[in-house]
């Protein structure tokens, strides 16, 4: 059901906008196949495509059980397709959670395994029901809210509270049998999450989804984790930098168990330059063996008294990596500077 | 094709900034469904097999620029809305005053959720992307709109 404000974003995002005579062109110019081709910038490479199916052929059935272990690796041990958790999971940055059922009308539930540092908290939920459920797609909390000792909250489905979470992704249900089905829930921090010793779980309304029905049932489910000293008593490694930069100044460079964050000041930028930076050929991290690692999922920028301040995080590099040097690579307008970072 | 460019363009422009890029994107959209047109047999799902191939090539060309959401700060033009009275200021939003706010995946959400009228399950199709995930980004998205125009 649609309310006042889904009517009024409604009413603004189905207003007609100027369209650049260049799209328009696209669309009237299809039939001239001469200018298709020659206007394509797909970069596919010149192989003969016999030959590419022909390999796709053949290394396909090769990689299959490869690629199914992997991800039911990844699923299991909730860190999806984030490598800076799966990397914390290897190193024992992990609290397997032993705890009874939660149990409110037919739904037992229990968390089975917690991450939490500053960048992310996952949860694996364990779902037992009393009634058989087969084929089930999704498992859904309407009403989730996560808070600490210290009242902070985590995540709330009460838009009214301010909390900690960015975004949340709620992760496709893996069924164990009819009566069993798990579940990670992955929480991004807005900024950091707070160095909580316990967490407080609470919902009572959970929707299940099965390609025949959906089912939504409410109860009471609430439960506690303590979290382990591990979690708590974290401590990042800090990079500093160590070598002068007309342009970059950073600002922050923190190694967590999950992630490298990094924060760097620069003249202002206009759009052109922050779009030219925010591309993922513009800033390269190597480590001293020259390895190479790729900006993550999150770029920021906030400009700040003159300043524009970038933010963002490296996902495949984590304090576990043993790192004492790294050099960050930044192209701007053909400009090249390189900054080094130490421990 | 052209009965569909305002809901092409949205979408594209909701996934990607640049207008090359976008233009490149329904270049290659139009290619794929010329050459693949036989598969659409029923006219009905015409649209969303089109938006479908169209989503595909944001995210080709969007994953060769790199994954990195750039966020861009309004927060000046936010300042200038507060000066009207909120019917006026209705009135002057625009499509992009609304993904503005958003990061890249929202903004596609919530283009295919008010300008398409799909359905949380059509989105999550459309998208690969779990259902709950689209409810509660959609959630999400929403809210960042009430709070930065101070709806109630």
């Known amino acids: 059901m649609k309310d006042l404000n889904d009517k009024r974003i409604e009413n603004i995002i189905k207003r007609e906008i100027d369209i650049p005579e260049s799209f328009i062109n696209v669309i009237e110019n299809f039939g001239n196949k001469e200018k298709v081709k020659i206007k394509s910038t797909k970069k596919i490479n010149k192989l003969n495509w016999k030959v590419a199916v022909l390999i796709i052929a053949i290394a396909l059935p090769l990689s299959m059980p490869i690629i199914a272990n992997t991800s039911k690796f990844l699923r299991n041990t909730f860190a999806n397709d984030n490598l ?34 500053n960048s992310n908290l996952n949860i694996l939920l364990n779902y037992a029901f009393d009634n058989p459920i087969s084929d ?19 995540y709330t489905n009460n838009n009214e509270k301010e909390f900690l979470t960015k975004t949340v992704d709620w992760y496709r249900v893996e069924s164990i049998d009819n009566t069993n089905a798990k579940q990670s829930l992955v929480f991004l921090s807005n900024n950091k999450f707070p160095k909580s010793k316990k967490l407080y779980i609470s919902f009572s309304k959970v929707e299940i989804s099965t390609r025949l029905f959906k089912k939504g049932i409410s109860g009471s489910w609430s439960f506690e984790i303590e979290l382990p000293e591990e979690f708590y008593n974290r401590s990042d490694i800090i990079l500093s930098q160590k070598s002068e930069s007309k342009n970059f100044k950073v600002l922050k460079a923190e190694l967590s168990s999950t992630l490298l964050y990094i924060e760097v000041e620069t003249p202002i930028l206009d759009t052109y330059d922050r779009k030219y930076l925010a591309l993922k050929e513009n800033v390269i991290l190597k480590d001293e063996s020259g390895n190479k690692y790729e900006v993550g999922r999150n770029l920021e920028t906030e400009d700040s008294s003159g300043k524009t301040i970038l933010k963002f995080s490296f996902e495949n590099i984590t304090k576990y990596d043993s790192i004492n040097k790294l050099y960050i690579e930044f192209k701007n307008n053909d400009q090249y500077e390189e900054i080094v970072l130490e421990k | 094709m052209k009965y569909y460019s305002q809901d092409l363009y949205k979408i594209a422009r909701s996934k990607l900034d640049n207008e090359y890029d976008i233009c490149d994107a329904l270049q290659e959209t139009m290619l794929s469904a010329y050459t693949n047109l036989k598969k659409v047999k029923d006219v009905e799902y015409f649209k969303t097999w089109i938006i479908k191939i169209l989503i595909n090539k944001c995210n080709d060309i969007y994953r060769n620029k790199g994954n990195i959401k750039l966020y861009i700060d309004i927060k000046d033009t936010a300042y200038e809305y507060e000066e009207d009275s909120i019917l006026n200021l209705e009135s002057k939003l625009a499509f992009e005053n609304i993904i503005n706010i958003l990061n890249e995946e929202d903004r596609t959400i919530i283009t295919l959720y008010y300008n398409n009228d799909f359905s949380i399950k059509q989105i999550s199709d459309l998208l690969n992307m779990n259902e709950n995930t689209v409810k509660t980004r959609l959630s999400r998205s929403k809210n960042k709109i009430k709070e930065k125009f101070k709806w109630r």
């Open chain 1, 136 to 154: 089930i797609d999704n498992i859904f909390i309407s009403d989730l809210n996560i808070k600490d000792e210290n009242n902070n909250i985590i």
């Open chain 1, 84 to 117: 800076g958790v799966q990397k914390a999971v290897e190193n024992n940055y992990i609290k397997n959670i032993n705890m009874e059922y939660i149990k409110s009308n037919g739904l037992n539930l229990k968390a089975e395994s917690i991450i939490m540092d």
